[in-house]
């Protein structure tokens, strides 16, 4: 994220609605809503249901709380193209936390 608050490699805890699309490891298109848990300025991990493969390309519409929106504009949404960079399933639970890489913001 473009933020000041937030450099490049420091991961904060922050829940954000994140909209994505991309390839699953199979192949397939798909689209998900989930949920961030942590971001930095050059990235983010969120949960998926959706395996995904590592170097896979995703596109992340971010959902931006009022408080962070003054860094960015004042835009609601943050819109990102993304690799993916790590995958670890959550034992006992049927979903994936995945890393992914910041590419470039997508212009709206």
């Known amino acids: 994220m473009k933020s000041e608050l937030i450099r490049q490699k420091d991961r ?12 699953d490891a199979k192949g397939s298109p798909f689209v998900e809503t989930t949920r961030s848990i942590n ?26 709380p009022f408080r962070l929106r003054k860094h960015f504009a004042g835009r609601s949404e943050y819109g990102v193209r993304a690799v993916i960079c790590r ?10 936390r ?7 913001e997508i212009e709206a």
Do not use: M, N, W, Y
């Open 39 to 64: 971001v930095s300025g050059g990235g983010l991990c969120f949960e998926s249901r959706t395996r995904l493969a590592i170097g896979g390309r995703l596109t992340l519409h971010i959902q931006l």
């Open 87 to 96: 995958i670890e399933p959550v034992p006992e639970q049927k979903i994936f």
């Open 98 to 104: 995945v890393g992914a890489r910041f590419l470039g």
């Open 12 to 23: 904060v805890p922050l829940h954000l609605r994140v909209d994505l699309a991309g390839v």
